[in-house]
């Protein structure tokens, strides 16, 4: 099993930048990609960015490609989000997931171990 634990949200101004962190425990021999959600009130969680965790091919979704950056340290076993050109429509919850499979990367059934959450909200 693999643990995960985000770090690094807070509150910014529309235009700022945060970098978010999820450390992996456990299992972590086991990862085969990680990826990054997010969830505003009301909506559905929805992907963000995800890595491979041994080639390190990253996918983004449209609406933050060229403004996130997702990239990992595996000595440390972390997976970072450096988020710049912040929107207001990007406050939301943060979630890190980790998944032992190869396929569907953008899908949220597709993993199977989650963090806790960590809270950005970018104001106006």
């Known amino acids: 099993q693999v643990q995960l634990v985000e770090s690094g949200g807070g509150l910014v101004q529309a235009g700022g930048s945060l970098r978010l962190s999820c450390a992996a425990s456990?299992?972590?021999?086991?990862?085969?990609?990680m990826g990054w959600f997010r969830q505003a009130p009301g909506k559905e969680r929805e992907f963000v960015a995800a890595?491979?965790?041994?080639?390190?091919?990253?996918y983004y979704a449209d609406s933050v490609k060229g403004r996130f950056t997702i990239s990992t340290d595996n000595a440390k076993n972390t997976v970072y989000l450096q988020m710049n050109s912040l929107k207001v429509e990007d406050t939301a919850v943060y979630y890190c997931?980790?998944?032992?499979?190869?396929?569907?990367?953008?899908?949220?059934?597709?993993?199977?171990?989650w963090g806790q959450g960590t809270q950005v909200t970018v104001s106006s």
């Open positions: 997931a980790a998944t032992d499979s190869g396929r569907y990367y953008y899908l949220t059934d597709s993993y199977n171990a």
């Open positions: 456990g299992r972590t021999f086991s990862i085969s990609i």
């Open positions: 890595t491979r965790w041994r080639s390190r091919s990253t």
